[in-house]
Every structure is written in C-alpha cells, then in structure tokens.
C-alpha cells in the first residue's frame, strides 16, 4: 500500500505559478512511476505529466514548455511547478503512483483544486 499526501494547489491568476507536491509514504520503496492527472468540471481525467524512477519524463501537449515535473526519489515525492498559468488549466489535479514489486498497481492522491482567473 502506498499514501500519498498532496499540497501546493490554490488560487491564482493567468499568467502566475504554482508548485504542487505529492509525498508517498508506505511502499514506498516499489514506487516506479509517479505523475500528475487532472480533472476539469465535465472533463475525463487526463495525463498532465509523469516522471519514471530515472527521471524520463513526458508531459500533455497542453502544458509542455510551461509545467515541469521533477522528483525526490530520498523524500518519495513529486513535484509539478506550474508557470504561465491560463484559466484552462483550471482542475482538479490528482497525484498518481505506479508501484509494486511484481503486480503493479495505481495509486492515487486526494486531489488538490487549482483555480486560475482570468
């Protein structure tokens, strides 16, 4: 089993930063790949960017030159700092952990709410 505990969303404005943190705790050792998903108001869940264990990265069209995500492998967390923000971005953004020693399994955060006016 895998926790995960996630902070950093929030309020802002277009054009501003945010940084979101996700920390795992409990398996944490068989952690493989970690990622952030979001979720807008009548949306499907959708990949906003994942790195795996030795640091490959790949991030949604939508956000490419604006996100990066980055992680602590000693610390079991993640990071997505947050530039250029528009109102699109405007979701529900979830923590998601790929771990397991043999059978994999996904695991995810609460979700944090990130709001950007315009």
């Known amino acids: 089993q895998v926790q995960l505990v996630e902070s950093g969303g929030g309020l802002v404005q277009a054009g501003g930063s945010l940084r979101l943190s996700c920390a795992a705790s409990g398996s944490s050792a068989s952690i493989k790949i970690m990622g952030w998903y979001r979720q807008a108001p009548g949306k499907q869940r959708e990949l906003v960017a994942r790195?795996?264990?030795?640091?490959?990265?790949n991030y949604a069209d939508s956000v490419k030159g604006r996100f990066t995500i980055s992680r602590d492998n000693a610390k079991n967390t993640v990071y997505l700092q947050m530039n250029s923000l528009k109102p699109e971005d405007t979701a529900v953004y979830y923590c998601n952990v790929a771990a397991g020693l043999g059978v994999v399994y996904d695991y995810w955060g609460q979700g944090t709410q990130v709001t950007v006016s315009s």
């Open positions: 790195i795996t264990s030795g640091g490959s990265t």
